[in-house]
């Protein structure tokens, strides 16, 4: 009879490196989705005047459409990666990526920009399921964490790489020009198509990647084909940990032939409000407010006396700060715990939310206005940002989980559209300081929802957690 939990053989440097390799190949998904996410932000003041945009439900069209495809990406990547395999559906990824950003950024219509986008964005959603999912899969079990944080840990360099080759490809304008010579200037004619098209580049290398990297083993055994799976593991971890993860995978495989999980198992009283409680946290990891900084900076620091030469370096620092402060949640969230970061993490953007609609209310420009929207850069990307993602992995039962967490991912995206959709009209009707005066109040909301119904998950296995929130009384 195997143990429970047999002891595994200390993998050599050679099988580390080798995990690290193809999870540092299936993180680039994570880094061309932070790179397709936001590059728009940079180019949005050269391709709105290019397309001669003045309504702002159209502006936010082109800011929020890429999100329908995130939607559409994330709700049919289970279905085509149990069919196909976790390794082709990445490099169809790839293939997307690499050819929506050469047409969006080559785009002759409006009409077509938008519908490269949508296609870019369906990239996008795959790349949000596969590249962790696959992570997760290959990875030994005494580094899964670390090489898991990996996918987290490039989506915000891709983030900072955007904005970067934004800043770099823009050529000086005149400070407060007009938007017909804003859309005859290199800018208008050309940058902002070079800064979607550059993304073809690391596109290839991911493909070219995904070719030296096996299936997921997980995957393979799901197909009968346990040798070669055994292989992979053996490469993985060596010869122990092959077998006991052929042992483990197995098992769970017998668990899920038992019985698949319908719809009406998520609305069993006994995990209908864990359910619940991971939803709620998905849609206010959008609504919070943050991600309106990520895509609409250069209207943020317009509107605090910058134009667009120098709001374009600004939007370097925040990729910067955001990239800081996500490698000090990977030490703090084992450290400190899930539940006390999100409450800093609402309560602090409560404050500087709070701070930035008095600034600007009362024509605060300049140097505050920054420092408060790096502070609330800062909060997201140590708290909200990360975090969400742990506990919404977490909280779910085994059998559950990957239905629920398909729910929660496909809700945070609605409310990502619904975020970048809206922020044109509330800033036409209520200004930005009024923006995050709605912001603030979601995160008051968000705060004490935390306080009343979000448990604590550190240091407790996957089913502590089903123990102790599904099969023990809950109210």
């Known amino acids: 009879m195997t143990e429970a939990n047999p002891p595994q053989e ?18 680039m998904g994570g880094l061309l989705f932070g790179y397709d996410w936001v590059v728009i932000s940079g180019a949005k003041p050269f391709f709105v005047p290019h ?25 049919v990547t289970g279905w ?15 293939v997307l990526f690499g050819i929506s950003s050469i047409l969006t950024g080559w785009a002759a219509s409006f009409a077509a920009f938008a519908f490269w986008r949508v296609i870019g964005g369906v990239a996008i959603g795959m790349a949000s399921n596969l590249s962790p999912l ?13 090489l898991v944080a990996l996918n987290q840990l490039t989506i915000v360099i891709g983030i900072l790489l955007a904005d970067v080759i934004n800043w770099k490809i823009a050529r000086p304008v005149p400070a407060h020009a007009a938007a ?3 859309a005859a200037s290199w800018d208008g004619r050309l940058a902002w198509r070079w800064m979607f098209t550059v993304v073809a580049a690391p596109s290839t290398l991911f493909l070219l990647g995904v070719f030296f990297i096996p299936e997921s083993p997980r995957w393979l055994m799901k197909q009968g084909r346990d040798s070669q799976a055994g292989r992979i593991l053996s490469r993985i971890g060596g010869a122990d940990h092959a077998e006991n993860e052929l042992v483990a995978i197995r098992r769970t495989l017998a ?53 667009v030469n120098s709001l374009l370096f600004e939007i370097v620092i925040i990729g910067a700060v955001n990239l800081l ?15 006390p970061l999100m409450l800093i993490g609402a309560a602090g953007l409560i404050l500087t ?71 044109p009209a509330l800033k036409s009707a209520i200004g930005v300081g009024g923006a995050f005066w709605l912001y603030a109040i979601v995160c008051t909301g968000g705060f004490l929802f935390i306080l009343r119904t979000v448990p604590e998950t550190r240091g407790k296995s996957l089913e502590e957690l089903e123990q102790i929130l599904v099969r023990s009384p809950v109210g």
């Not at 696959?134 to 670390?146: F, K, L, M, Q, T």
């Open 51 to 75: 397309f001669h945009l003045t309504n702002p439900d159209t502006i936010g069209w082109a800011m929020s459409c890429a999100l329908i495809g995130a939607l559409a990406g994330a709700l």
């Open 353 to 423: 939310h709070s701070l930035l609609a008095l600034a600007y209310h009362g024509h605060v420009q300049g140097l505050p206005v920054v420092i408060l929207v790096m502070a609330a850069i800062a909060c997201y990307a140590m708290t909200l940002a990360p975090v969400t993602w742990v506990l919404i992995s977490e909280i779910f039962p085994n059998r559950i989980r990957g239905t629920a967490l398909s729910i929660a991912v496909s809700a945070l995206w609605i409310a990502d559209f619904i975020l970048t959709q809206t922020f």
């Open 10 to 27: 200390a993998p050599n440097s050679a099988s580390i490196g080798y995990a690290l390799f193809i999870s540092a190949v299936a993180a």
């Open 325 to 339: 402060f996500t490698l000090a949640a990977m030490v703090l969230v084992d450290r400190l715990g899930r539940r």
């Open 180 to 182: 017909a010579a804003i």
């Open 134 to 146: 696959y992570i997760a899969e290959v990875s030994p079990g005494r580094w899964r964490g670390r």
């Open 255 to 307: 668990g899920e032939a038992a019985g698949r999980v319908r719809l009406a198992d998520l609305f069993d009283s006994r995990v209908l409000k864990i359910v619940g409680i991971g939803l709620v946290l998905a849609v206010f990891q959008q609504w919070c407010g943050i991600n309106v900084i990520f895509s609409y900076a250069p209207d943020i620091f317009h509107a605090a006396g910058y134009h």
């Open 80 to 94: 085509l990666t149990d069919k196909f395999g976790r390794k082709r559906l990445l490099a169809v990824a790839a």
